[in-house]
């Protein structure tokens, strides 16, 4: 890089924030960290601070993000937000790391596997990236993935599109989730 610039992360404001949010949303069981993209580029070193403050659960982009943490961290959970090939779920299971079903093609790719996994099953409320979008078929996924008793069904999200502050569309995307 031919420029002079750098990152600084203050873990103070990271600490601050994550305490604002917790302070917030008191009910929630669970409080996600998303640091896929190495912490958005400030680096894993962030995490830390965020478990330290409350956040009980970690997201990233993909298995080897996930794999890296867990050497990092043995016991938070994380959440593999992109599909993973199915050839390499074992990992996840060795690793404990959460998967995410977005389709049916991807149930009746996994249905049968014999070993443990944590599943997050996502919905496309409207992002239209990844996500089941007919409520029938996530009915009938859902039912295919209960019949294996190594499966454990964690969660359900959706990616929401925009910010939220004063945006219909948010609200149109709320409703479909």
Known sequence: MYRKTYVEVNLNCIENNVKKILNKYNNYKYYFGVVKGNAYGHGFGVINTMIKNGINY???????????????????????????????LNMCSK????????????VKKIENLPFNLKIHIKI????????????????????????????????????????????????????NF
């Open 95 to 106: 690793y404990n790391i959460a998967i995410t079903v977005s389709s049916y093609e991807y």
């Open 124 to 175: 496309n409320s409207g992002m239209n990236r990844l996500g089941f979008d007919d409520p029938n078929l996530l009915k009938i996924a859902i039912g295919d993935l209960e019949k294996n008793k190594n499966f454990y069904l964690e969660g359900i999200f959706t990616h929401m599109g925009t910010l939220g502050i004063n945006d219909p569309y948010w609200d149109i995307q709320l409703a």
């Open 58 to 88: 970690l997201a990233v982009s993909n298995l080897d993000e996930a794999i890296e943490i867990r050497k990092l961290n043995k016991e938070i959970p994380i959440l593999c937000l992109q599909p993973i090939n199915v050839e390499f």
